[in-house]
């Protein structure tokens, strides 16, 4: 099966990685090269940035600066991945799933108010494929409401939405650098601290519950255990290797949107009966998604299947036809082998 994506290189990770080993002083979190990588993403997003480990460690740093317990509930969508529901199960919270609007497959901002509890605490939306959710409505809504909100912008890296970045607008945003990601350190992510008021905590429990930021910037002459807290930096070697991905961020983000266009042109003039990816302003052309009912073999080898909702859902909601979404290889050599694949199978 021809992969969905091949890890996007720069061809200056090995060079920045050696300098780490070269200096030889510096391996763990917020080196030079992390405060590179911080500084480069606070210009995109305008927001404090934090790196580490992973997107599923900056929701779960979301959970816990959010105090999340036992007994809150969560509103989020069912087509997501895992990680976006783990992060508030893990504190004890319940989460509460609202269906997915047809066009972009994110949460469907017209149901949540009727999902909401004097329980509720969060709004999660989670923007597919780089597609911002109604972030004006939501963040309406949680205003009204009282609730906080917690943009799982996983796959959002150079992704805007009315000129801001997605993960910047809500009061916390989580971005990834999986390797599946546009660009990458392997294993990364950040999380984006809209809410000033929560950047305090956010430092200490990130560095497993110390005040170790403080002591580091001068502002303290020890640190010690203040809170409770994890170890969510990230390490050096990664940072260096995240580098050499940022500075190339718009190529990759250039290369991928020229697929998707290329794409979105095609689905439109061959099978405009299908539902497929509709893309908005400012996207950056992470997925491009195909519901198709007559999956043959053939497409298979470039169309693979996605996100399982993470719960039961009605047949007649929305989400239920996720089940036969699939996601186009974003590889340009690739995109031909995609149309001949589709025109074969005949779904005309
Ligand atoms: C929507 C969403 N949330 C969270 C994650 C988890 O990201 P990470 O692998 O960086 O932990 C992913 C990864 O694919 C994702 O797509």
Request: net charge negative.
């Amino acid at each position: 099966m021809t992969p969905f994506h091949i890890p996007y290189l720069s061809g200056n990770e090995s060079k920045y990685i050696q300098e780490v080993i070269d200096n030889g002083t510096h391996f763990s979190g917020d080196g030079l090269f992390g405060k590179r990588c911080t500084e480069f993403l606070e210009n995109l997003t305008k927001t404090k940035a934090l790196l580490t480990p992973s997107c599923t460690a900056a929701l779960e740093m979301a959970a816990l600066l959010l105090d999340v317990q036992p007994g809150d509930e969560v509103i989020m969508s069912p087509f997501t991945f895992s990680s976006t529901a783990n992060a508030f199960e893990l504190r004890g919270a319940k989460v509460v799933y609202c269906d997915i609007r047809p066009d972009t497959l994110n949460i469907d901002e017209t149901l949540i108010q009727g999902l909401i509890t004097d329980r509720t605490k969060v709004i999660v939306p989670m923007h597919y494929g780089g597609v911002g959710c109604n972030m004006s409505m939501i963040l309406e809504i949680a205003r009204s409401n009282g609730l906080f909100v917690v943009e799982d912008a996983a796959q959002c890296i150079n992704s805007f939405q009315d000129g801001k970045h997605l993960g910047s607008i809500g009061d916390i945003g989580c971005i990834s650098f999986h390797e599946t990601k546009n660009i990458h350190c392997g294993e990364g992510g950040a999380i984006l601290i809209n809410n000033r008021d929560l950047l305090e905590r956010a430092e200490v429990i990130r560095e497993k519950g110390t005040n170790r930021s403080k002591f580091l910037r001068g502002e303290i002459p020890f640190y010690k255990k203040i809170d409770v807290g994890s170890s969510y930096l990230m390490s050096e070697i990664n940072a260096a290797f995240l580098w050499a991905q940022l500075q190339q961020l718009n190529e990759a983000t250039d290369q991928r949107l020229l697929v998707w266009n290329n794409y979105l042109e095609f689905f439109t003039n061959e099978f405009s009966e299908m539902e497929f990816s509709t893309g908005c302003v400012g996207h950056n052309g992470h997925i491009f998604w195909v519901i198709d009912n007559g999956l043959s073999h053939e497409k298979m080898h470039y169309a693979l299947g996605h996100y399982q909702l993470l719960s039961n859902c009605d047949p007649n909601s929305v989400a239920y036809k996720t089940k036969n979404i699939c996601r186009l290889s974003l590889e340009s050599k690739n995109q031909m082998l995609v149309f001949e694949a589709f025109m074969k199978a005949n779904t005309k």
